[in-house]
């Protein structure tokens, strides 16, 4: 069985635990607090998650190099990340929905069971540097709840009903990680039609969560 070493947080991590569940592979879940430099480290050289290590022992970091490798049929239509335009498109679309999110939602997760008081000063510490202190983040939520308006609209007139395309692919699995942080932001209201898309791809991927809180069962199997 793979080991998946991940933050629950974090929309690459969820990404990749989005897939193996669509894929069915199942993994042993490792959830690595945030102030543990060591693990990724010798793992990978970086401290960056998501890593699995394959059964041959072998450690690979990027999660869509991860997904691409445990997607042996290409369910995923991976493929589709060959075409540099949908590449750009997403991308660009995941870090514009990215800013408003992480700086709403960046000051929740360090309150979800997934912290303790060290990996959470860290956390603040390092993300603080970059988007300012995370009380006057909070202070402007109205400014970035705005900012998620014409985003919101923009995705919703690209579901058809998934990204751009009558099935699922993995540009659903990309978006809808991205965006599944929100749900840990109190006052936010998804319009409904997105919420019932994120739904569609946690149901198809069996993703929860936070499975990872509440779960002695460290392996997990679809
Ligand atoms: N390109 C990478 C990005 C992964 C990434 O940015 N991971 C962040 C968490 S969201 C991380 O590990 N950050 C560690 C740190 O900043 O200390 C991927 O797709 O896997």
Redesign the pocket.
């Known amino acids: 069985m793979i080991t998946l070493y991940h933050?629950v947080?974090?929309?690459?991590?969820v990404?990749?635990r989005m897939a193996l569940g669509y894929l069915k592979v199942p993994y042993s879940s490792i959830v690595v607090p945030?102030d543990d430099?060591k693990t990724?480290l010798d793992l990978c050289q970086k401290?960056?998650?998501?890593i699995v290590k394959l059964e041959e022992g072998k450690a690979q970091?990027?999660?869509?190099e991860?997904i691409e490798k445990v997607d042996e049929e290409n369910q995923l239509q991976m493929d589709l990340l060959k075409n540099d335009k949908k590449v750009k498109e997403v991308t660009d679309l995941l870090d514009r929905f990215g800013k408003p999110i992480h700086n709403l939602c960046m000051p929740y997760w360090i309150w979800t069971p997934e912290f303790d008081p060290s990996s959470r000063e860290y956390f603040q510490t390092?993300k603080e540097k970059k988007r300012g202190p995370f009380n006057e983040l909070i202070q402007n939520k109205e400014k970035f709840i705005k900012e998620l308006g014409p985003l919101m609209t923009e995705l919703l007139s690209d579901l058809k009903p998934y990204y751009k395309s009558p099935v699922m692919t993995i540009l659903d699995i990309m978006i809808a990680s991205h965006l599944w942080g929100l749900y840990v932001f109190p006052e936010y209201q998804f319009k409904n039609e997105i919420h019932a898309y994120l739904q569609d791809i946690k149901k198809q991927c069996s993703f929860d969560y936070h499975r990872d809180f509440f779960s002695d069962e460290k392996e997990v199997r679809f």
Do not use: A, D
């Open positions: 933050y947080h974090c929309p690459f991590c990404r990749v945030y430099e990724p401290k960056m998650l998501p970091n990027e999660s869509l991860i390092k």
